[in-house]
């Protein structure tokens, strides 16, 4: 097979930069273009060397449909205002879309979905095997744990992180309400303050703790009468999450239109 056409979008980001690396070091890949918004400084830039590599030849640029006509597929871990437009993008480019993106609202997200009735997207809150994996896991402790159990997510990222709690915390704390066969809507308490009142059983809590240069950490309690079970995962190199978007954009190529998450891509959906 030949080798897949990918477009990174957000190129000068934190994982932007890993996922050109990341391209670079992949033989069945190959970079078709490298895209920032319009008044970028980075815009012209050969997008190897922003990050950190020899030239590749693939200069930044902020025209992204043209580049995307000549693709197969579009890596984008960005805002999601402009995750939406390059969904439209995508879907009009008929190309696989993998979205890393988080902080969606409900319009933003029905708006991705609507895209995909078009477009192949693959989208998940964190792209990395181990993640999925403890979510698996933190499902089926839920569905074995009654409510004398109560859930509590716990996440720490660096001090530049826009959007709270992460998009993992609520991947997880979706497990752990699908365990429960629960709504985290109804069921998920994401603020605490003053005098709050004692926790009412059932909650799903969480929180958010922010600083230094933490890449991601994640850690699910479940704390009964007299005994803790606590399920967690550190991120140690924003290159997990880039690998993993990278096999979402190789599963995904040639599937029909619909909108995917890691578990289809690792298999884990039936878990
Ligand atoms: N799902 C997962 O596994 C992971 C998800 N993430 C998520 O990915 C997102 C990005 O994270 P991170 O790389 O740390 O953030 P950064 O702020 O470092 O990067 C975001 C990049 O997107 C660019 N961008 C913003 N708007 C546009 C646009 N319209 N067109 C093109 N590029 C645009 C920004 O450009 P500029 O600075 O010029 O505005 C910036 O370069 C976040 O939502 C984060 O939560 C992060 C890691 C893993
Ligand atoms: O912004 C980040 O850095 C990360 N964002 C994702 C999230 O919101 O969960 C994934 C990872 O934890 C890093």
Redesign the pocket.
């Given at each position: 097979m030949s080798q897949m056409r990918l477009v990174v979008?957000?190129?000068?980001?934190?994982?932007?930069r890993?996922l050109v690396r990341a391209i670079a070091e992949a033989p069945d890949l190959v970079l078709a273009g490298a895209?920032?918004?319009?008044?970028?400084?980075?815009l012209g830039t050969d997008a190897g060397v922003l990050a950190g590599l020899p030239p590749l030849d693939v200069t930044v640029s902020?025209d992204?449909l043209p580049l995307f006509a000549a693709a197969e597929g579009v890596i984008d871990?960005?805002?999601?205002?402009?995750s939406i437009?390059?969904a439209g993008l995508a879907a009009q480019a008929r190309i696989v879309h993998v979205?890393?993106?988080?902080?969606f609202d409900a319009a933003e997200q029905a708006a991705v979905e609507a895209a995909a009735r078009h477009a192949t997207i693959v989208k998940?809150?964190?792209?990395?095997l181990g993640?999925n994996l403890v979510a698996a896991l933190v499902k089926r402790v839920a569905a074995t744990l009654d409510d004398s159990f109560d859930i509590e997510v716990l996440e720490m990222h660096?001090n530049?992180?826009?959007?709270a709690p992460?998009?993992?915390a609520l991947l997880l704390g979706e497990a752990a309400a699908a365990g429960r066969q629960v709504a985290l809507s109804s069921h998920g308490v994401f603020e605490r303050h003053g005098i709050t009142g004692a926790r009412t059983p059932g909650e799903i809590g969480f929180a958010t703790l922010r600083g230094g240069t933490v890449v991601?950490e994640h850690e699910v309690i479940f704390a009964g009468p007299h005994e803790r079970i606590s399920i967690g995962h550190r991120?140690e190199d924003?290159m997990i999450?880039a690998r993993?978007?990278l096999a979402a954009a190789r599963w995904a190529r040639g599937r029909k239109p619909g909108l995917y998450s890691m578990n289809d891509v690792l298999g884990l959906a039936d878990i």
């Open positions: 979008v957000g190129a000068s980001g934190r994982m932007g890993t895209v920032e918004p319009e008044g970028s400084p980075h902020d992204a871990f960005t805002i999601p205002k402009a437009a390059f979205i890393g993106t988080t902080g998940s809150g964190n792209m990395s993640v660096h530049r992180k826009i959007d992460s998009g993992t991601g991120a924003r999450f993993g978007a």
